[in-house]
Every structure is written in C-alpha cells, then in structure tokens.
C-alpha cells in the first residue's frame, strides 16, 4: 500500500465516531518500521486540530473504504499524549514514545525499555 493512500484517510472508532484524519505517518529510520501515525483530531478545515501520536499496530484497515479504526473512545483519545504542528516529536524520544505505546495498551516494538533497535 502507498503511503500516499494512507494520509488523508479517516480514522473511526468502533461505534462509528469519527475520530480524525491521519496527517501523517512517521518512520523509524533505524528499525524500518511506521513507528506511528499522526492524527490530526478536533479543529475545522485542518484548523486548531490537536495532534495525536497513534501506534500503527493500533490501526485497522477497512478493506472496503479508505478509512482506518481505531478501537478507542473519544475520551482515551482526548486524554492522550498530543503535539503541535510545529513541534513533531522524533522516534529517537524513546520516553514519550513508550508513553504514547503504553498509553494506548500496546507494548513498544524495540525490544526491552531502552533504545529502538538499530
């Protein structure tokens, strides 16, 4: 799949709430993984939306649309850990990356509770 057809796709809860778009998908260059996808959630016309960090493994593709669901309520959501655009977190911040893993009930991809592996 190209990551093309990834960014801009909605993003929905179990019961159908809308929960966002995905704005972008971010790279773990050592690993080679999607480390997360950006959610962009709130705000109108891409304006005053909150950021989200969301594990890719928390995803799950609708074979049949262009969307993704995310098996959350909107309060996790709101409750979790957010950026703004001008300050995107790196995969290197292995602090708030376990954070946001753990925040969201999954376990971090890099082995023990150092590094990513490289």
Do not use: C
Not at 34 to 58: C, Q, R, S, T
């Amino acid at each position: 799949m190209r990551s093309s057809t990834i960014v801009g796709s909605a993003v929905r809860n179990l019961n159908g709430d809308d929960l966002g778009k995905i704005q972008e998908l971010m790279i773990d260059v050592a690993s080679g993984r999607i480390a997360y996808a950006v959610l962009a959630y709130g705000g109108f016309l891409g304006m005053g939306d909150k950021l989200f960090a969301i594990p890719w493994e928390a995803l799950m593709k609708r074979s049949d649309e262009r969307q993704f669901v995310l098996d959350l309520d909107e309060e996790t959501l709101k409750t979790a850990p957010g950026f703004d655009r001008d300050h995107y977190p790196t995969t290197a911040d292995t602090n708030w990356l376990s954070d946001v893993y753990t925040h969201y009930g999954y376990t971090p991809y890099w082995p023990g509770t150092g590094e990513p592996p490289r």
